[in-house]
T-cell receptor, first 112, second 113 residues
Framework: NAGVTQTPKFQVLKTGQSMTLQCAQD?????MYWYRQDPGMGLRLIYY???????DKGEVPNGYNVSRLNKREFSLRLESAAPSQTSVYFC???????????FGSGTRLTVV | GEDVEQSLFLSVREGDSSVINCTYT??????LYWYKQEPGAGLQLLTY?????DMKQDQRLTVLLNKKDKHLSLRIADTQTGDSAIYFC?????????????FGTGTKLQVIP
């Protein structure tokens, strides 16, 4: 049982380049989330998808777009990367109710 | 406010007990979680408690909840070097449908051999 799988694990981009972070879960969870983690700031929600076919902005959505491709997959796209987007990105999913999150292992992104 | 607050750092000696504290915000029904993050890894769910409970014990872990003060703590008995990690508390108000999750900023636990 793989849980939540994120790719890639590491990425270096130049300012202005674009890329898509991939996330897939095999637990049949309804909700999926993208967070970024920065030192001293904890986890901040970028976008979430409460169910297949819906997406909503979180706390820090600017500069990002998402796609809930199907129930399993939720991708995060940076159209024009900026140094301020250097961070560790986590994808998570949950079934709902009292269930907590299941997190992926993260993508460490550096924008130079 | 919307903040879930934690102290940033805790250092303990191996074999001692660790107590990690968290102050949450929602006074209504809510689930409160503790997560552990080891270096270079994602967050791993350790335990959770519902806001109508006072305490929950799971092996070396004890969660205490003071509803009056909105204070949550995680006690780790007989702390081991493998417990060195960042610990996050998280609050999920239970209101049906999508529940907004708020994470604390994390407490880095250092265990000294």
């Amino acid at each position: 049982n793989a849980g939540v799988t994120q790719t890639p694990k590491f990425q270096v981009l130049k300012t202005g380049q674009s890329m898509t972070l991939q996330c897939a879960q095999d637990m049949n969870h309804n909700s999926m989330y993208w967070y970024r983690q920065d030192p001293g700031m904890g986890l901040r929600l970028i976008y979430y998808s409460a169910s297949e076919g819906t997406t909503d902005k979180g706390e820090v959505p600017n500069g990002y777009n998402v796609s809930r491709l199907n129930k399993r997959e939720f991708s995060l796209r940076l159209e024009s990367a900026a140094p301020s987007q250097t961070s560790v990105y986590f994808c998570a999913s949950r079934a709902g109710g009292k269930d907590g999150y299941t997190f992926g292992s993260g993508t460490r992104l550096t924008v130079v | 406010g919307e903040d879930v607050e934690q102290s940033l750092f805790l250092s303990v000696r191996e074999g001692d007990s660790s107590v990690i504290n968290c102050t949450y915000t929602d006074s209504s029904s809510t689930y409160l979680y503790w997560y552990k993050q080891e270096p270079g890894a994602g967050l791993q769910l350790l335990t959770y408690i519902f806001s109508n409970m006072d305490m929950k014990q799971d092996q070396r872990l004890t969660v205490l909840l003071n509803k009056k003060d909105k204070h949550l703590s995680l006690r780790i008995a007989d702390t081991q070097t493998g417990d060195s990690a960042i610990y996050f508390c998280a609050e999920i108000p239970y209101s049906g449908g999508y529940q907004k999750v708020t994470f604390g900023t994390g407490t880095k636990l250092q265990v000294i051999p």
